[in-house]
């Protein structure tokens, strides 16, 4: 099966899409999230999300919602989880693995952390979880962007903390 479809209790609908091997022995599939009124979050459309999920049933508890289905919270298997803001269409990371290689050293970093960015801060509950996000939730469109200035930041750092002499 390479397309695994689920109806979330907010009404939006999860189709996971298998994206073949992309390390030996490990298939990696991508998220499509679509809502009512045409609402879509793509960001997770080119991102591996779940891994060897052979059986559907990552596919069928990566996704927590809230009560209310307005707040959803995305584990993956691969590089961390996200809160996702269905009602606004807004995404943002909140435990993620930042890798940076630093070609001088030919030396490679793996760091897994809570991003902090732009003193962003805010509760949010989803069943059975209380999160602390300390970076803010943007449109699906505007993320990348922001998620690569933050990585910028990131990286600039842990040279400076890292490779300095």
């Given at each position: ?77 691969i590089d961390g989880d996200w809160v996702i803001d269905f009602a606004r269409g807004m995404i ?46 943007t449109r699906d469109e505007d993320f990348p962007n922001l998620w690569e200035e933050y990585l ?14």
């Open positions: 099966m390479n397309t695994r479809q689920i109806t979330l209790a907010n009404r939006w609908t999860a189709t996971f899409q298998n994206i073949g091997e992309f390390r030996m022995g490990v298939e990696g599939w991508s998220l499509l999230l679509q809502g009512p009124d045409n609402q879509t979050i793509k960001y997770f459309a080119d991102q591996i999300v779940l891994a060897n999920d052979e059986d559907g049933h990552q596919a069928n508890t990566c996704i927590l919602l809230s009560v209310d289905g307005v707040y959803g919270y995305l584990r993956t298997a943002a990371p909140h435990r993620v693995t930042i890798r940076h290689h630093h070609d001088a050293y030919d030396e490679t970093l793996a760091l897994y952390e809570q991003p902090a960015f732009k003193r962003a801060r805010q509760y949010i509950s989803v069943v059975g979880k209380h999160i602390y996000l300390t970076f803010p939730l910028a930041i990131r990286k600039r750092q842990l040279d400076e903390l890292y490779f300095a002499t």
